[in-house]
């Protein structure tokens, strides 16, 4: 079983940079995506960006080129850079990691959400 937590969420002026982390627990097996989502107030989750373990990357349209995600398989852990901030970007993000034991299905698994506020 998998258990998220995600730092580095706050309050930040538009234009500005926050860094996002994710670190799950220990595991021996490989997780094969991690990544995030957010969700605005009112609004339904959304998808943010993700990496596979080899480190390929997928990002939504509204956020390429301004935020950036890694893995740092070691720790297992997942980053999130996210640079030129808009008010659009206010939200709770969630990392997501998809992982099965051996033997089982993949499931896909959540933190508890961090809250990032852009502020004009």
């Known amino acids: 079983q998998v258990e998220l937590m995600e730092f580095g969420g706050g309050l930040v002026q538009a234009g500005g940079s926050l860094r996002l982390s994710c670190a799950a627990s220990?595991?021996?097996?490989?997780?094969?995506?991690m990544g995030w989502y957010r969700q605005a107030p009112g609004k339904e989750r959304e998808f943010v960006a993700s990496?596979?373990?080899?480190?390929?990357?997928d990002y939504s349209n509204f956020v390429k080129g301004r935020f950036t995600i890694a893995r740092n398989n070691a720790e297992i852990t997942a980053s999130l850079q996210m640079n030129s901030l808009k008010d659009g970007d206010t939200g709770v993000y969630y990392c997501y990691a998809d992982y099965g034991e051996p033997g089982t299905d993949s499931q896909r698994y959540w933190g508890q959400g961090t809250q990032v506020t852009v502020s004009s």
């Open positions: 220990r595991t021996m097996a490989k997780i094969n995506i």
């Open positions: 990496s596979t373990y080899e480190g390929i990357t």
